[in-house]
Every structure is written in structure tokens, then in C-alpha cells.
């Protein structure tokens, strides 16, 4: 049995150790929202926060995670930032079609969380792991300054 | 951060499949997140596609697939707008698959705007009508003293009866003829042209279940399907116990392929290529089990399918002559009276389509036959192809579209709804198929690639006189591949007064298909990359060179038709062509060495794109695209100013990040596997897209598709521009880069 505190609720769930959280979250315990984009790392589609902390959850083995506590997606209202960047991406119209925007968003959280005004150089920084197939990128990052506080015009680029 | 707060969280799954979630949480003092909109009552039908509540609430069924395209939004709009609600009341849900309800429904070729344009609108003021009607009888007036606004009907008086009030008398009248609909002046629009965010934008912020991935039902478990990398190729022998050995594994067992139907097109008709499926009760488990199957194929067949090989024969193809195809005057003779002759080969690999959602779907054994949930863009060719495959009627089929985590072409071809089908028939139970990343990339239909040998006769003041192509493209069993067209709807047939294309074939076993405006996402770069050589070869601008060609066309049209059936306004292209060049500062602006401008035009989907890049390429050849400048023209209206902003930048940003790609073959199978391998464009690397729409007197057209073309050639343009390095082939690599530099200075 692994113990996992997900957005506050403690789960436990019958999986081998070296599962990665990513298919705990969706398959075991059904929070649909993380999404698997490559399972090697490579798209951030599957951002969760483990620990205050974005990670890969298709690169994290669920036995990794301890007693620190996992929020994804479901549970991004509660973040710091984490209202603010759903009303930021609702706004602006972010999404196409969405499909990785609940790993960008949580890659931003993090990002917000530890760097409340970021430069675009620091945006870049932090959100270069998280492929968007659809190329809304002008938009999230446009988001994200929203979200910040930092534009409020919606500049895209 | 998230610290250890208390939070109550209650998910909970409506009957209509939209997710409600009411979240308290008690979170230091910080306000409660909004208590999220929940779905309406189910209302009355008026109709198939409206259905109002008591409430006044009013729910709309969008007939088409969402591929991130924006159709289960702007199709709403459409009726939005002539029944005369409020958009905030309406709540949209997919409808059903059912062709006899609601006509073609597909994502493709940029057709949902064209096509649904007018009937959507007749759809809303057909249940309009019967509002009108209902409320008529009710005062004891003529209809046409009322008129209607926000979902209530409105009397001479002012009096006002909400929509809520008049459906149920409205239901029980006969729907109104059609002729006697009068739409809306575009001077009356309320919702139409005002830009609307996605409908799916608030569960898709809170992580809903609304892919095809997170399809739910009762008792599912979930599969992969193990395929020979090489298409087709039979299973010889795989270790089956062994795989069921693995822990989690319930069932593993081979499926027999089925050969597509004889005259079907490979694509559309895939059949079931043989192959093992594991199914337990994570995708996890199930997908870790194929490493003990030890699986070997009999695809010696793939060794001649090399990207090497396919080279060397275009190569000698190109050195004869090819089947003739399409012919406009004398090209020999235009090319004998020419000042100057310029020769050329342009060569454009195969590449993927990579959804960020794998492909996958869910199918449930029922009574009756099969019930299934897919991301699909065809949902009704599916069912037609899972019955066929399957030996089943298609009514005993019934598909559920789900939302597609990206299509760009991908999702027409359905060979993983058969997969599908075919497991959930073998265990007699629910099933869930995912395809790992690397399935998705192995069993893509690619983009299939070309060569080109181009040959253009100028004449003594700079026209282009003689244009002379022979295309190698490739053929599956002798017929031309899915998406390997080379007809000319670039811009060189419609301004040359002599031009010839000859084709030649390559056999290959690659499967092939539609990739993102496809056809035209090679075309635009061998002829718009060709024609900045031929601008330079007459010591003209490019701009100016091809505004002259075009102008030049004006009063004597060349007749054939474009590829959508629709002639090619020559004046809509240069007006566009002459708007860019105006907002970028074409010519004007002084570039820091290093630094290019590239221009090109593209005709395709009905829109016409002219756009502008701005590259700047690094001593070593690195090369980055600093921003575009679009201007398009769709049409007299742009429906949905959100949306269609963010097709143009996504479509521009996707040719920019396909300028990377490529899928090599060794041995008949994909080289490359996962996004490690293939280059994908990521933030650092998207530049500002500046869009314009130049709005004319035409009805409106597509825009998924149209803006890609211009920018391939466009940045390789450009590069030239920077470095005076002409690149032919693709993808653009700084190797290629130096490579060109090099031919130049030598
Ligand atoms: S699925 Fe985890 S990074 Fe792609
Ligand atoms: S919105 Fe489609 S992948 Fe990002």
C-alpha cells in the first residue's frame, strides 16, 4: 500500500513502487486532469506538484513522493497563484485544445509561486519544458504576466 | 505555496458527462474559489440542434469534432446569433454521431466555416421562428409585429415573454420552411464577429475529463496493441505467457489483421494490422508487459523502405522525364526565347503529426453491437470502418466524440477506433486502447515528402515566361499516396503564360496522409522558395517581383480552377501581398547583419496569406525566427476574432516547428520514436505572430489551415536574405545552412 496526499484528501493505493505517480493519479486514483503526453520527460503535458515543487509525474515513481503533498490540476484553486492563473487563462482565451494546458499551468504556478513578478527571460526559463502542439505559447505567456500582475493588456509574444 | 490546508473537494460526474465540481475550501481566510456553472435542465427540443429550458436556460449541440479548432464554439455562435439568445445562457454539448440528424461531421480541410456558415445560421432562426410563432398565437398578433432579443420575444408594446415561457407551444409547431428564414444583416450582430473564449474553457482550467483519454465507464480496463513496426508485417512469434506473467496483465492474446477492402484508400480504410494486445487493469502495468512478449514479425519486406534509398531514386528519376500531368502553353518554346534559364531541385522530407494527445479510445461490447468513445475527426467514417472491418451493420455502431488533444490530420485516418473494437469484441468487455508515444510516432500516417526539379525561363525585362516542374512523389500499390498530390494551387501556374508539371512515383510501404494543410505545406516552399530565386535572378525585390507578376494577371485570369473548386482571385492575393509589405516595413527597415526578411504568398483553403518573417541567423548557423506579419483574407467577416487570431498564430508558430522536422526510414520503420528525437517548437522559440485580416466582400472560409503555407517559405526566404545561403532542403539545419554559405562563396 503507498499513502499519498492528493489536494488534501489522503489516498492509498495498492501499486508497485516504481509506478509513476502520473498513472497512480489517473488510472488508480481516476484525476483525469494530469495528462500523458510522452512518459519520457519531454512535454510536461503530466506537471503535477510534488512538494511545493512542478514535477513530471510520468518520471516520478509513486514510492518518491512520500508524505510530500501532490496537487495537480483538480486542486490548482487552492494554490497561491492558482485562481488567478485559471481566471488569467480563461481571459485571454488561452487554450486550443487544451490538452496541455493543465501542465502549463501548473509549471506556472511553481513559476509564480517562487517568483511572483517573473522577467520573460525568467517565463521562458521556466515554462520551456511544456510543449504546446497547438502553439498557444503568445497566449500563455501572455497569461502568465496577467496572472502576475505584470500586463494587463493581454500583450501576446 | 500548497501547504498542508484543510480542503473538502466533491467531484461528481453529471448524466450529460459534463464534470461539476463545487469546491469549498477552507483555505486561511483566502475567499472561496466560484462555485462552477453547472449544466442546464435538458430543456425542449426545438429541433436538433436547440434545445431551451423552462428556465430560459439554452443548450446547443455542436455537430462537428474539436480538435482545438474552435468548432464546438463558433458553430454555437452561428445559431447563438439568429435565435437571438444571450451567449451566456447557452451550454454546449456535442451531439451525437448520427448523419441522418446532423449532416457531414468531420474536422477537415478548414471546411467547417464554408460549410456550416449559412445552415447554422438557418438552424437558429428556423427554432427562432417557431418562438415568434408560439408567442404570436399566444398575443393574438402577427408574427412580424414581434421582434426578438436576448431570449425573449418582444411586442409592439415592449411587453416582453421569455424564450422559456413560449417552447413548449413552440415544440408542437411544424418547422418553418427554410425560404421564408431572413437572416440577420451583419450590422445586427450581437455575437457573431465579438470575440468569445472557448465553451470548454472552464473545465478545461480545472482539469476536467473531456479528452478521449479520460473516457470513464463501468468496469474498464485498458489495453495496448503491439504492432510490427513495419506496416503490416505478420506476427511470426511473441511469448505470450510471458507478457501475461507481468504483474497486473490479465489477458494477452494475438488478433488476426484484416486487409483493408481491396479499391479503399489505406488511410480511410486501414483495416486491422495484426498485432498482440495486453489488457489488465492500468495502462501502466499493460504497457510495461510488452518487453517480456519478445515479439518478432516476418518484415523483411521493409529493407528496400529507407530514406536513403528513396533519395538516390528521386534522384535518378529526376534525371528523365516524368508522366505528364498539367499543361499551360508551350513550355519548350517559352524556354527557348529566354533571356536566362534557372534550374533548381527542392527536396521536403516525411514528417509527423504528433497530437499531444496519443491516440487511444474506449469500446464497449453492447447488445446491440458496439458502443465507442473516440477522439476522432471522422466519427462517422469510424463507425463506417469498424463495421466493415469488424463484420458488423454500422447501426450497430454507435460512436460518442470526445475532445481531441490536438488533430492536425492525425485523427481522420481511424485505425485505432478498429483496434479498439476489435480488443473490447475479444474480451467481451469495456476497454480503453492507448497508444504509447512511441506508437504514436511508428504507426503515424506521415506527411509524405518530395522532390522537385524546377526550371523557369525569365525573359529580357525580368518576367517569368516559362515554368517547367517534374515532382516525385510516391505510390502505395501503385496509386498515388494520401497526401502526396502535386497539383499546382501555388501560385506559378496562375501567372506563367507557359508551365508544365510532370510527376514521377516512388513505391513505398510508408503509410501516408493529410498533415496540417497538407499538400500545400510542401508546395509553398519548393514554388515560393523558387520564385525568390527567380526575383533574384531578374535583380528585383521580391516583393515587388511577384506584385508585378500578379498584377500583370489582373485583366487576363488564368481559368483553372483552384483545388477547392474555387477560381484564384489574383487581385485578393496581391492586396494581401501589398498589406504585409506595408506592416512589416518591407524594404524600409535597415537589418543588423545576421538578420533577414523573407516574403511569401499562399493560396490554399479558400484563404489567401501573404506573410512576412524576420530570421536572424547566428555565425554558426543557428537560426531563430524573431517575428511574422500575417495578412490574410477569409472572407467579409471574422466570426469569431478569439479563435481565429489563434488559428493564424498557431498555424504560422506549426510551420515554424515543422521547418525542424523530419521522419527518416531504415529497414521499412520510423528512425525517430519520441519528442527527444523529433524537434518540437517550445516557448524560447516562438516568436511574435502580428495577424491582420484584410476583410472583403466574400463569404467567410477557414482558418485552421490557410496561414501555415507562406511561413515554410517565407523563414527559408528570409535565410537567404541574412546569409545569402539558398536552402532546398528541408528540414532547415544549421549544417544545411553552412553547407549553402559555403556553395556560394566557392
Ligand atoms: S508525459 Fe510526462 S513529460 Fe511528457
Ligand atoms: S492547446 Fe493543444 S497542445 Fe496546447
Known sequence: MVKLLVNGTLREVDVPGEMPLLWVLRDEIGLKGTKFGCGIAQCGACTVHVGGQPVRSCSTPVSSVGDKPVVTIEGLSALEPGSAIQEAWAKLDVAQCGYCQAGQMMSAAGLLAATPKPSDAEILAAMDGNLCRCATYPRIRAAIRLAAGLDSDGREG | MQTRRQMLFTVGLSAAGALLVGCNLLNDGKPAAPVRRKAPPAGTPLGDFVAIGRDGSVRLFAKNPEIGQGSKTLLPMLIAEELDVAWDAVFVEFAAVDAKRFGPQFAGGSMMTPMNWEPMRQVGAAARALLVSAAAGRLKVEPSTLRTEAGHVIDASGKKIPYGELVAEAAKLPPPDVKSLTL??????????????GVDTDAIVHGDPLFGIDTEVEGLRYAVYVKAPVYGAPLVSADLAAAKAMPGVEEVFALEGVAPPKDGQIGLAPGLAPGVAIVGRNWWQVNRAREALNAKWADGFGAQHDTGIYAARAAELLKGRGKPHERIGNVDAALGQAARTVVAVYDAPFIPHLTLEPQNCTARPTAKGLEIWAPTQFPQDGQAVVAQTLGLKPDQVTVHMRRCGGGFGRRIMNDYMVEAAAIARHVKGPVKLLWSREDDVAFDYFRPGNTHRLRAGIDADGKVIAYDVHGVSYSRGGKLVDGGELFLNAQPPFLVPNYRLEKSL??????TGWVRAPISNTLSFVHECFWDELAAAAGKDPLAFRLEHMKARFDSPVSKPGPEGAPFDVRRMAAVLELVGKRSGWGAAKRPAGTGMGIATYFSHLGYFAEVAQVKVAADGAWRVEKVWVVGDCGSIILNPSGANAQVQGAVLDGISQLRQEIRFEKGRAVQTN????????????????????????????LGEPALPPIIPAVVNAVYDATGARVRTLPLTAERIQAARTTRAA
Open chain 2, 506 to 511: 516512388i513505391e513505398t510501404i510508408v503509410p
Open chain 2, 184 to 197: 440577420k444583416p451583419k450590422s445586427a450582430y450581437r455575437i457573431l464577429g465579438k470575440p468569445k473564449a
Open chain 2, 675 to 702: 519528442f527527444d528525437a523529433v524537434p518540437m517548437l517550445r516557448h524560447s522559440a516562438a516568436p511574435e505572430v502580428d495577424v491582420h485580416f484584410h476583410l472583403t466582400d466574400h463569404p467567410p472560409t477557414g
